[in-house]
């Protein structure tokens, strides 16, 4: 059974920074494309940014210059780094993983950004 857990999450402070981190297992085959989505209260999920196997990245625009997506192919593992993080980044973050098509979704962490 394929899962994903991410890991990271918590309260930090306007302008500070967090890495949320993605580990994939139960499966032999590597990702093809791994993201982070979140979702803020009373709004829809959204892209935050993607990554592919061959590492072709792709952000959306509230986030980028802030935040920095990797990952460790080897690992089926992705990561997050958020810097000069607003309030407006507070939501649920969710890991995405795809393969042949089927996307997995991780079980979501929450991040709060207040003073």
């Known amino acids: 059974q394929v899962q994903l857990v991410e890991s990271g999450g918590g309260l930090v402070q306007p302008g500070g920074s967090l890495r949320l981190s993605c580990a994939g297992s139960?499966?032999?085959?590597?990702?093809?494309?791994m993201g982070w989505y979140r979702q803020a209260p009373g709004k829809e999920r959204e892209l935050v940014a993607t990554?592919?196997?061959?590492?072709?990245?792709n952000y959306a625009a509230s986030v980028k210059g802030r935040f920095t997506i990797s990952r460790d192919g080897a690992k089926n593992t992705v990561y997050l780094q958020m810097n000069s993080m607003k309030p407006e980044d507070t939501a649920v973050y969710y890991c995405s993983g795809s393969i042949g098509g089927y996307n997995y979704w991780g079980q979501g962490t929450q991040v709060t950004v207040s003073s």
């Open positions: 139960g499966t032999i085959f590597t990702f093809n494309v």
């Open positions: 990554i592919t196997s061959g590492r072709v990245t």
